[in-house]
């Protein structure tokens, strides 16, 4: 073998060890170990469908539906309402965390002309059911400004 297929060999399968490697890892950061935190994860389950109403009371004006994914202490998925205002449907992406029966939300909107970016932070209690009451923190649509409004979230089903 000269020194040039020699030379190639050595790269080509460097190169096919690093990639099988980095695969690996993948799998491994992605798969494995989410996988593995969800099983170990003992705390409260909030994964599956919620509605949230203002004013922290169910005969409030019901608002829109959270559907919630749950692996191990971090919390992603969707938020949902109709903007009467825009007669559209709003919908913004989900990221978190559950700690302590405490839920810390991030909301961003998927539409990308829309600034109304929020966050939810609430308490995961049991009353005829699982229901978290919180405050809801956003930029209003109509005016720009910092607003809260307290909350209510009903579970409805995974």
Not at 14 to 29: D, E, M, P, R, Y
Not at 56 to 66: A, D, E, P, T, W
Not at 125 to 145: A, F, R
């Amino acid at each position: 073998m000269s020194i040039w297929e020699t030379v190639t060999l050595g790269i080509v399968s460097s190169l096919i060890a690093t990639f099988v490697f980095l695969g690996l890892g993948w799998v491994l950061k992605k798969v494995v170990l989410p996988w593995f935190e969800d099983k170990i994860y003992r705390g409260v389950r909030v994964d599956g469908r919620w509605k949230l109403y203002f004013n922290n009371q169910k005969n409030s004006k019901f608002f829109g539906m959270l559907e919630l994914k749950q692996n191990g202490d971090r919390v992603s998925g969707s938020f949902t309402y109709e903007n009467t205002d825009r007669t559209e449907v709003m919908t913004y992406r989900l990221v978190g965390a559950v700690a302590n029966s405490y839920v810390n939300i991030s909301l961003a909107p998927t539409a990308r002309r829309s600034i109304d970016t929020g966050s939810l932070v609430a308490r995961i209690y049991e009353e005829s059911g699982l229901q978290m009451t919180g405050t809801l923190i956003y930029i209003s649509t109509k005016n720009g400004q910092i607003e809260s409004a307290p909350v209510l979230l009903t579970y409805v089903d995974s």
